[in-house]
């Protein structure tokens, strides 16, 4: 029963549609603490997903009033909702760390009317056994962030957790200043994480940590049960996924920023957006986090990082791979090494399309090397680039005009004539091009503007005009130029280095 709708309305869970169903909460006790989310004074929504909230069942309307941002808040539980927070652990800048879900409360596990699973998480929900120092509560402007961040990833196609709304508690966080509070709500297909693994097997428990990898084959990889090694098939899938996502992040210049265990979910799916952004000029070292002063996380070294960290997931399966402890090493290993490899089919099957590609050739490699090195050089910025090359005729921008562009541009149309012979017509590579290459992405400068209307003055007319623009990120019309243009040098600098 809800009580969202004055002391004595009641609205049963049915009529807003939610369905819960718990099953992580039927795993052992020790993996979660059950809690509810602690009320918060005047909740108000602020931002709310429609469209997903519609995919996943809900009624929009009994949720769009206050009785919503009671439940968004965590000050209502929804009928069959088992809230609790998830014990995880995690490798944070290479150093582990016991963890837990400090700050969110996971509601329980929403089935949508095509039967579908996913996670209903408020984050910044109050203090839970795993808080340690901290508040358990999130700012408005983090949040907000998330939930622009992921919806933009979700329309360029890359796999996400979802934004579902994010309300304003009515109560200030203190920061170094104070701020205003705010709860987003997250939709995930899980958040089971590589930290999770690495917190049950920290346990020792054979037993445990078979429990945790039969649960994620059964949600994430069911057609893997009946392989002849289930567990050895789940590290290769898990990493598979990882891969592409990796690639994915890549071909649209994202910078996940903390790239931690506790912040890779086994699902395959972005998550945790923190101190996150999309490159502008082309440079393999960009870093957005404050905190990563070695670039430990930068564009380039992503790949790197997630090959390490699914080698710390590696080793929580080794009871799981032989009874022999130095067969199962030597498979894990060989698991791994295989990583580069794999994300680098990804990567070059993604950067033919950017190129309109579709036949290989040996030379591809070097022809894609060179352009990137000719952004790095030239400071070019890497999304403008990509749709310049797009766009039916080259912008006339001096930068186009200069002489190792027009060279490579010869290399690539002769690449592009030379396939179009042997396959297909020419507006087939445009095509191609036009679903690879984003128009629009969400631009740090646009966002930080858009955050700053929302929380310096209140405005979330900003932030609502950018997300409907980055709800079509291959629109090439010139319906959104404002949303093309890359960043002025005075934009560029007035970048974020924001915590969470
Ligand atoms: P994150 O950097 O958001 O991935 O968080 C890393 C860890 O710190 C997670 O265990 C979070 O739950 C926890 N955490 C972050 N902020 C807070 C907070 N304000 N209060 C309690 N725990 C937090
Ligand atoms: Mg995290």
Redesign the pocket.
């Known amino acids: 029963m809800l009580g969202g709708k004055g002391s004595k309305g009641t609205i049963k869970a049915t009529d807003v549609g939610w369905n819960f169903d718990n099953s992580y909460s039927r795993l052992p006790e020790s993996f979660y603490a059950r809690l509810n989310p602690a009320p918060v004074r005047s909740p108000r929504i602020v931002v709310f997903n429609q469209s997903l909230a519609e995919s996943l069942g809900l009624n929009t309307e009994a949720l769009a009033d206050d009785s919503g941002a009671a439940v968004f808040a965590g000050n209502v539980i929804p009928e069959g909702a088992e809230p609790i927070a998830q014990a995880?652990a995690g490798h944070?800048f290479g150093h582990f760390t016991m963890?837990?879900?400090?700050?969110?409360i996971l509601l329980g596990e929403q089935i949508t009317p095509s039967l579908d699973r996913f996670d209903i998480q408020l984050k910044g929900a109050g203090?839970t056994p795993?808080?340690?120092s901290?508040?358990?509560?999130?700012a408005l402007g983090p949040m907000l962030r998330e939930y622009i961040i992921s919806e933009a990833m979700h329309a360029l196609g890359i796999p996400t957790t979802r934004s579902l709304a994010v309300v304003m508690t009515g109560e200030p966080v203190l920061r170094e200043t104070a701020l205003f509070g705010a709860i987003l709500t997250r939709v995930a297909t899980s958040h089971i994480r590589v930290g999770t693994f690495e917190y049950i097997a920290s346990r020792s428990h054979r037993e445990e940590i078979q429990r945790l990898a039969d649960y994620t084959l059964s949600r994430h990889y069911p057609g893997l049960i009946t392989a002849d090694n289930p567990y050895l098939a789940l590290l290769y899938a898990v990493m598979e996924r990882q891969a592409s996502l990796i690639a994915r992040w890549l071909l649209v210049g994202f910078i996940h920023g903390?790239m931690?265990t506790?912040?890779m979910a086994l699902s395959g799916e972005t998550i945790?957006y923190?101190p996150c952004a999309f490159m502008d000029a082309y440079d393999p070292a960009t870093v957005f986090s404050s905190i990563d002063y070695k670039g430990r996380y930068a564009y380039g070294n992503q790949p790197h990082i997630a090959q390490w960290n699914l080698a710390r997931f590696a080793e929580t399966l080794l009871p799981l791979l032989h009874t022999d402890q130095e067969q199962a090493v030597a498979k894990a290993g060989e698991a791994i090494e295989t990583f580069p490899a794999t994300f680098q089919r990804y990567w070059l099957s993604g950067m033919r399309a950017k190129l309109g590609l579709f036949t290989e050739e040996v030379g591809d490699i070097t022809l894609i090397e060179t352009l990137l090195k000719w952004m790095q050089t030239h400071h070019a910025d890497y999304t403008h680039t990509f749709r310049a090359l797009t766009l039916e005729k080259l912008p006339d921008e001096p930068l186009f005009h200069e002489a190792a562009f027009i060279d490579w541009h010869t290399h690539w149309q002769l690449r592009l004539e030379h396939q179009s012979k042997a396959t297909k017509p020419k507006n087939s590579s445009r095509s191609l091009m036009r679903s690879s290459n984003p128009a629009i992405i969400a631009r740090n400068h646009r966002v930080e503007e858009a955050l700053e209307a929302a929380v310096e003055r209140s405005d979330f007319t900003v932030m609502q005009h950018l997300l409907t623009a980055l709800k079509t990120p291959f629109d090439h019309s010139p319906q959104h130029t404002d949303y093309h243009t890359p960043p002025t040098p005075s934009e560029s600098a007035y970048r974020t280095f924001c915590g969470?």
């Not at 963890?99 to 969110?104: F, S, T, Y």
């Open positions: 995880y944070q963890l837990g879900d400090g700050r969110a203090q795993f808080s340690r901290g508040d358990g509560r999130a903390v931690n506790d912040n945790d923190g969470t």
